[in-house]
């Protein structure tokens, strides 16, 4: 299972990021896609997440209507448009799947700062 998150950077409050992660490795249409976040110091916390086919969308309360977590089947993609970007934001963020074991990518890192 590889998991590669792309699309991070530095963004000034009220701007927008869209990160990318590409799977393989494993049948991805299949499997619940999830996004994390973490500050230093703290644990990883749940920022979205999206089932099989999209059925069911779930976001963390700090998020909700900000964040939209979406997927391509067809290409192993999972994507986090994340819009009205604020400083408390700012963190690594990670992309997870539980294939037997949880999974996750190296990290993309989301600064938002003037």
């Known amino acids: 299972v590889q998991l590669v998150e792309s699309g991070g950077g530095l963004v000034q409050p009220g701007g927008s990021l869209r990160l990318s992660c590409a799977a393989s490795g494993f049948t991805f249409s299949r499997y619940t896609m999830n996004w994390y976040r973490q500050i230093p110091g703290k644990g990883r916390e749940l920022v979205a997440g999206i089932t099989s086919a999209s059925g069911s969308i779930n976001y963390a309360d700090s998020v909700q209507g900000r964040f939209t977590i979406s997927r391509d089947n067809a290409k192993n993609m999972v994507y986090l448009q994340m819009n009205s970007l604020k400083p408390e934001d700012t963190a690594v963020y990670y992309c997870?799947?539980?294939?037997?074991?949880?999974?996750w990518g190296q990290g993309t890192q989301v600064t938002v700062s003037s």
């Open positions: 997870n799947v539980v294939y037997g074991i949880a999974y």
